[in-house]
């Protein structure tokens, strides 16, 4: 299976200044296609799971832009400019180039 | 709108079997995979099981594989999981999710609002 380590574990904030999650796997993502097939989510508080990034730094629709994905192989990043207080939740990172499809552990971003 | 609502959720005794729904809407519903993922009480988000646009494929983690079976109908456009000898372990909100395309192997762009699964004697 593909292990998928997120780091920090938890993060505290000022709104306004920016955050970086790390993500990493145990094998690559990178698809014959070119495109890394790997995806961040954010948990909001008592809410679904929400798709911020896919193939590694596409931004899904609706996405405000101060979010960004980068990487490629098996090191990736996600990235808010400036993160605001609407922000506050857990970040996934999850993989699905191979079955079992699976996640890192969650990263928590709080506001100081 | 994409709409995901599950149902048939709730308390089963261990060794017992539940059968969860979802009902899609918004979207042509036979094009896309569909998914299942939970999340036990305070903890992260495991894939369970996923199947392709035309429920020729579907796959499974191990945790629930000879337990679990996955089955979606494109003229009601619904996808079910049926449970069967359920464990403590099984315990978790189930989310149905969107699959982006219409192969298993990739991600999720909608979620459902998630059941609760609770197995306990």
């Known amino acids: 299976d593909i292990v998928m380590t997120q780091s920090p574990l938890s993060l505290a904030v000022i709104p306004g200044e920016p955050a970086s999650i790390s993500c990493r796997s145990s094998?690559?993502?990178?698809?014959?296609?070119?495109?890394?097939?790997l995806a961040w989510y954010l948990q909001k508080p008592g809410q679904s799971p929400q798709v911020l990034i896919y193939?590694?730094?596409i931004r899904a629709s609706g996405v405000p832009d101060r979010f960004s994905g980068s990487g490629s192989g098996t090191d990736f990043t996600l990235k808010i400019i400036r993160v605001e207080a609407e922000d506050v939740g857990v970040y996934y990172c999850?993989?699905?180039?191979?079955?079992?499809?699976?996640f890192g552990g969650g990263t928590k971003v709080e506001i100081k | 709108e994409v709409q995901l609502l599950e149902s048939g959720g709730g308390l089963v005794q261990p060794g017992g079997s539940l059968r969860l729904s979802c009902a899609a809407s918004?979207?042509?519903?036979?094009?896309?995979?569909m998914s299942w993922v939970r999340q036990a009480p305070g903890k992260g988000l495991e894939w369970v099981s996923s199947?392709?646009?035309?429920?020729?494929?579907?796959d499974y983690a191990d945790s629930v594989k000879g337990r679990f079976t996955i089955s979606r109908d494109n003229s009601k456009n619904m996808v079910y999981l049926q449970m069967n000898s359920l464990r403590a372990e099984d315990t978790a909100v189930y989310y149905c999710?969107?699959?982006?395309?219409?192969?298993?192997?990739?991600?999720?762009?909608?979620w459902g609002q998630g059941i609760l699964v609770t197995v306990s004697s």
């Open positions: 193939l590694g730094s």
């Open positions: 999710a969107k699959n982006w395309d219409y192969d298993i192997l990739t991600g999720y762009d909608y």
């Open positions: 918004g979207f042509t519903f036979n094009t896309y995979a």
């Open positions: 094998q690559s993502l990178l698809h014959g296609n070119g495109y890394n097939y």
């Open positions: 199947i392709s646009d035309s429920g020729v494929t579907a």
């Open positions: 999850m993989q699905s180039l191979h079955t079992p499809l699976t």
